[in-house]
């Protein structure tokens, strides 16, 4: 018996077992499947199927997802054989969702599904069934599985990988150029009907943009887009399924495309001809001007190389390229003279660095301009002929001796005459002098050049009309050296002869400097003064080598008989004029031992020469012992003295102030000031001592009784003078104590006008008239007053 129910058929079998056929729906229906059209189950294909162990059998079930109705969706029905119809048979279901998600009845068999299904959370669910017996629990059935899949509509629209997407490509592309490529996905199921078939189409970037409906590839569609009219673009795809059919769903995307820049523009001059001034002044290196050439182009496509083609002016300006505004500098080259030459004339060409090949055919990228260049006349300086001076001069020229001469002259065409000077500030001593007409410089105080060979000076030319155009040169003069000093021994020589010394031994060797310059080397005679020459003990020998050397000339020195001799040695050079000088050596006599070693001498500056003697050294040291005591002792006595008191003079009297800087409103004032503090005794500090003294004993201040109610603040006063008067503490000098008391009334009472106000009646002020010629200006005012009232 077969059966069918919505969009799945089952086919049952009763009794013995024998051949089955079964086939599922060929295509989607809501309705029942079509008749006739079996599938065999087998596990072979090509051979019919014998079942003999179990008796019921069903095929996979079919469900679309989405379900909108309101009841429970159907999907099967399971039976049998051993089913006899008396519901001793009961049905189990279990695997994925059974339960909740699918439901079976346990009499019948139907299978319905409690929830709306959507494949593509879950597109097949695999579950199991089997028949038991209701009395014994007992299966009746082995346990089967069979699976439901979940058929796909169409609902899910196309979703692309990015909201927005961002492409550039360079300006003037050919048509058909890559831009980007554009995904989108659709969940639905790619392998049922076109829900999953996507087609790409434009919706905004037309005529310039296009795309491919398969792949999503966007390329270009116009021919030569120029950055320069118009760098972005906006272009918005859409993507849609069911292949583009309509019913079908759809998303869209942008994408923003920007053209990027290329080098199809070539540098251009806004202007042909460029003019400009520049004082004859100017130094080299200084700009004179600025030139720029548009580019539409940008980045390293606008980049421009600026350079001087021709003119006469090509070696005397140049011209460079300021890198951040891409603008041409002019620059001077060389010293610019008005006189020489007023008008500059050149031609300047940018070119861009960076040249496309391909663009080549739109013109040459490059442009040039005419530049013309003022040179304008300023008054200049003197110029020296040189731009530095070496003079010669022999150290013993006389005063006023011309050493040479410098020369300056104006190089405008007024030719103006000019005056020099000598630069103090490089002449301190001012050894030289000059001619402030003609600039021959001369000396002015004699040359040394043992104490200075160079005179470094600097020389001033100015225009007589107009001082302040000068100008500087530097002057090296040499000081030429003369044979004008004589030479001398190289150190100071004191040497010592033995007392058995033998007769032609060698003692000392002597040898000479001489502080002038000699250009052939310097050669040095030595030879015994002629007044010693025959009677001294001692003996010369010149070596040759401008060294001498001194020997004795008998055996043996008596140091009791003579302790110092002095030899006088005469050193002469061999220079024009020659120049000689006696030198004296010291020779002392000292006991030696047998080897010849120094034992004692009679002079102790031999030994020690600049030391002091052991006597000088202990009486030093004996005064600083005595004033360390001292200094000691007068500190312990320091200590010892009793203090005494600062002024012990009794002619040194003193006034003893006490202040109470409180201003009250009177005696009648009893908010602002408490005279309560005057009346009584013991709001006063108590222990209040002398301060120019320390005290040995400290006496308590005896203080008299005081009566509280003592109200008058003048017997206040008068005891606390009579306490000062019994104070043994109290200063041995005249102390005075003020206390600020008006008394207990006033003739004038209060002259402040501040109760006039509270009084009702008016004042009679003609008693002011009779205090005399101070209150006159006073009565006048308050007369007046009274005079303004009765009219």
């Given at each position: ?527 015994l003064a002629p007044e010693a020459a025959t009677t001294s003990n001692f003996t010369l020998q010149d070596n040759r080598d401008n060294t001498a050397g001194i020997f004795t000339r008998k055996n043996r020195y008596n140091r009791h008989e003579m302790s110092t001799y002095f030899l006088p040695v005469v050193i002469s050079d061999n220079d024009y004029p020659i120049q000689s000088s006696t030198e004296t050596v010291t020779i002392r006599v000292c006991a030696c031992d047998h080897r010849g070693k120094m034992l004692s001498c009679n002079a102790e500056a031999l030994i020690h020469p600049t030391g002091l003697s052991t006597g000088a050294l202990i009486a030093i040291l004996l005064c600083i012992i005595i004033l360390l005591v001292t200094v000691v002792l007068f500190a312990a006595l ?154």
């Open positions: 018996m077969m059966r069918t129910y919505h969009c799945f058929w089952l086919l049952f079998w009763a009794g013995q077992p024998h051949q089955t056929f079964l086939t599922p729906l060929s295509k989607r229906t809501s309705g029942f499947p079509e008749k006739g059209k079996v599938l065999v189950l087998s596990g072979n294909s090509r051979q019919d199927l014998h079942r003999s162990k179990r008796s019921w059998m069903w095929n996979q079930f079919f469900l679309l997802e989405e379900y909108t109705g309101t009841d429970y969706q159907y999907v099967g029905k399971l039976h049998s054989d051993q089913d006899k119809g008396d519901g001793s048979l009961k049905y189990i279901l279990s695997g994925d969702g059974a339960g909740d998600l699918f439901i079976i009845n346990e009499n019948t068999g139907d299978i319905q599904a409690t929830k709306r299904l959507d494949r593509e959370e879950k597109p097949v669910y695999i579950l199991r069934a089997q028949a038991i017996n209701r009395r014994t629990g007992k299966p009746v059935e082995p346990e089967s599985e069979f699976i439901i899949k979940i058929h796909d509509i169409n609902d899910n629209e196309p979703m692309f990988t990015k909201d927005v997407y961002n492409a550039s490509i360079p300006e003037m592309s050919d048509v058909g150029t890559f831009v980007v490529q554009v995904t989108a996905t659709d969940a639905d199921d790619p392998t049922y009907g076109n829900s999953a078939k996507v087609v790409y189409s434009i919706l905004q970037g037309q005529p310039y943009f296009s795309v491919e409906s398969e792949t999503g590839i966007i390329k270009t569609a116009l021919l030569n887009m120029d950055r320069e009219n118009r760098e972005q673009y906006q272009v918005v795809i859409q993507a849609k399924d069911m292949g583009g059919q309509m019913g079908g769903l759809s998303g869209t995307t942008t994408v923003n495309i920007t053209l990027t820049d290329v080098n199809d523009n070539p540098p251009r001059f806004p202007q042909s001809t460029y003019q400009f001034r520049v004082p004859e002044s100017t130094p080299p290196g200084s700009p004179v001007g600025r030139i720029k050439a548009n580019d539409a182009d940008v980045d390293e496509n606008a980049e421009i190389e600026y350079s001087i083609t021709e003119g006469d002016g090509y070696d005397v300006f140049g011209i460079t390229t300021d890198k951040d505004t891409q603008e041409g500098i002019i620059t001077v080259k060389k010293a610019l003279d008005f006189e020489s030459k007023n008008l500059y004339i050149l031609k300047v060409e940018a070119t861009n660095t960076h040249v496309d090949p391909r663009f080549l055919y739109l013109g040459p990228f490059k442009d040039s301009a005419t530049v013309r260049i003022q040179v304008e006349d300023v008054d200049e300086p003197p110029v020296f002929s040189r731009p530095a001076y070496i003079m010669e001069v022999k150290e013993d020229v006389p005063i006023n001796t011309v050493i040479g001469t410098v020369t300056a002259q104006d190089p405008d065409a007024a030719k103006n005459p000019v005056k020099y000077s000598v630069d103090r500030h490089t002449d301190m001593d001012r050894v030289f002098n000059i001619n402030s007409g003609n600039g021959s410089i001369f000396t002015s105080k004699p040359l040394d050049r043992e104490t200075l060979l160079w005179h470094n000076i600097t020389v001033i030319a100015a225009e007589i009309n107009n001082p302040k155009q000068s100008s500087r040169v530097p002057v090296f003069i040499k000081v030429l050296d003369v044979n004008d000093n004589a030479p001398e021994f190289a150190m100071f020589y004191e040497t010592f002869v033995c007392e058995n010394a033998k007769a032609e031994q060698l003692i000392q060797t002597l040898s000479a400097v001489d502080k002038d310059d000699s250009y052939s080397g310097h050669q040095f005679s030595f030879s320091r200590r010892q003295r009793k203090k005494e008191p600062l002024i012990i003079s009794k002619e040194d009297i003193r006034d003893n102030i006490v202040s109470y800087n409180d201003e009250g409103g009177g005696e009648e004032d009893t908010q602002a000031f408490d005279i309560g503090t005057l009346r009584n005794p013991e709001a006063i500090d108590d222990n209040k001592f002398r301060r120019d003294i320390v005290p040995e004993t400290l006496f308590m201040p005896q203080r008299t009784a005081t009566v509280r109610d003592n109200t008058d603040v003048r017997d206040f006063i008068n005891q606390r003078l009579k306490e000062n008067d019994i104070d043994p503490t109290a200063p041995p000098y005249d102390s005075l104590a003020t206390y600020a008391y008006e008394g207990n009334g006033s003739v004038a009472e209060s002259l402040s006008s501040l109760e006039s106000v509270t009084t009702d009646g008016d004042q009679d002020y003609d008693y002011l008239s009779d205090w005399g010629p101070r209150f006159k200006k006073l009565a006048d005012m308050y007369g007046a007053m009274d005079s303004d009232k009765d009219s």
